[in-house]
Antibody, heavy 121, light 105 residues
């Protein structure tokens, strides 16, 4: 059974870089045509897609509103993918989820439990 | 980027009611439209994908319909466990979520 688990600091200072890792178990990051993605949710607000990475070739896709500050990468040897958001502000405070999307089929059918990241000095 | 307008933002309903939530996309998304349910403190749960395909294990009370730019999620007869927030998502061109609909008692 596929499981995803987010990990990383729960508190980040303004202007610094937010870094999160998603560890995948129960399936291989590259065994099929998957997009591995990040979605965030500010407290009490809706869902926002941040970006995704394609398992087959590592191509990345980002939300245009965040593209200049975001990077997603794969580490297949550790069965992990990561998110970096540069120059964070209080507006980046949110629950961050990692999720799997099956290409051409189900969008984000499996999710991690989410991790709260607060941006504050 | 494709935008989504989801409505209503909230609704009040009773157990047994039929409920419909709509999403309108800014351009056609063929059948690349899905629906999620989210309860407080939990990750979203996929209910429907490809407009009308029910994810395995999801109750048949939930159904999806629509085409082009207009889509609907219908709950045929509300049960207590259905009170939650619902989101649509398009994955035709990148990914975009609707703003959410909170279904309250």
């Amino acid at each position: 059974q596929l499981q995803l688990q987010e990990s990383g600091p729960g508190l980040v200072k303004p202007s610094e870089t937010l870094s999160l890792i998603c560890t995948v178990s129960g399936d291989s990051l590259t065994s099929s045509s998957y997009f591995w993605g990040w979605v965030r949710q500010p407290p009490g607000k809706g869902l926002e897609w941040i970006g995704s990475i394609y398992s087959n070739n590592g191509d990345t896709y980002y939300n245009p509103s965040l593209k200049s500050r975001v990077a997603i990468s794969l580490d297949t040897s550790w069965s992990q993918f990561s998110l970096k958001v540069r120059s964070v502000t209080a507006a980046d405070t949110a629950i961050y989820y990692c999720a799997r999307d099956i290409e051409g089929n189900a969008p984000f059918d499996s999710w991690g439990q989410g991790t709260l990241v607060t941006v504050s000095s | 980027a494709i935008q989504i307008i989801q409505s209503p933002s909230s609704l009040s309903a009773s157990v047994g009611d039929r409920v419909t939530i709509t999403c309108r996309t800014s351009q056609g998304v063929t059948n690349d439209l899905g629906w999620y349910q989210q309860k407080p403190g939990q990750a979203p749960k996929l209910l429907i994908y490809k407009v009308s395909s029910l994810k395995s294990g999801v109750s048949s009370r939930f159904s999806g319909s629509g085409s082009g730019t207009d889509f609907r999620l219908t709950i045929s007869s509300l049960r207590p466990e259905d009170f939650a927030t619902y989101y649509c998502v398009q994955d035709h061109d990148l990914w975009t979520f609707g703003q959410g609909t909170k279904v309250e008692i």
